[in-house]
């Protein structure tokens, strides 16, 4: 079901709901990259970054899940109590679930070693057959 805020952005969209769905997942993958790079964590504070970065995603129109998981392998031991670490894009591995219309979008965040990059990208794209 169509909400009647849904509608009246709807109409600034010059694409199919397809399109919009991927163009959301993008949006939310990058809102995650360019609020959260830099946030100071340490193996205390991982999983409540984690839960953090999921519930401010979670709030955006058409999300229907996300997943962020932060890689722990990349977390290292504090060396003083002045050290700590920050959050990179090598850091995050995200699956984000956009739902429009009748169209179901997966994007994901992960860092990929043969780049060198964190790369956002559509892993599945469902709709009905028409």
Avoid at 19 to 43: M, N, S
Avoid at 106 to 122: A, C, N, Q, S, T
């Amino acid at each position: 079901m169509t909400t009647s805020r849904e509608e009246r952005a709807a109409k600034y969209f010059r694409c199919n709901d397809r399109e919009r769905a991927a163009f959301e997942a993008g949006i939310k993958l990058a809102a995650v990259y360019h609020q959260f790079i830099g946030t100071p964590v340490t193996a205390a504070s991982v999983e409540s970054l984690e839960r953090a970065i999921e519930e401010g995603i979670k709030v955006q129109p058409f999300v229907e899940s996300v997943e962020v998981h932060i890689r722990r392998d990349r977390l290292r031991m504090k060396r003083n109590e002045y050290d700590y670490q920050s959050l990179t894009g090598e850091m995050l591995d995200v699956i984000v679930r956009i739902h429009i219309g009748s169209v179901r979008a997966v994007g994901e965040m992960r860092y990929l070693e043969d780049i060198h990059y964190p790369l956002m990208y559509i892993t599945s794209i469902e709709e009905p057959d028409h």
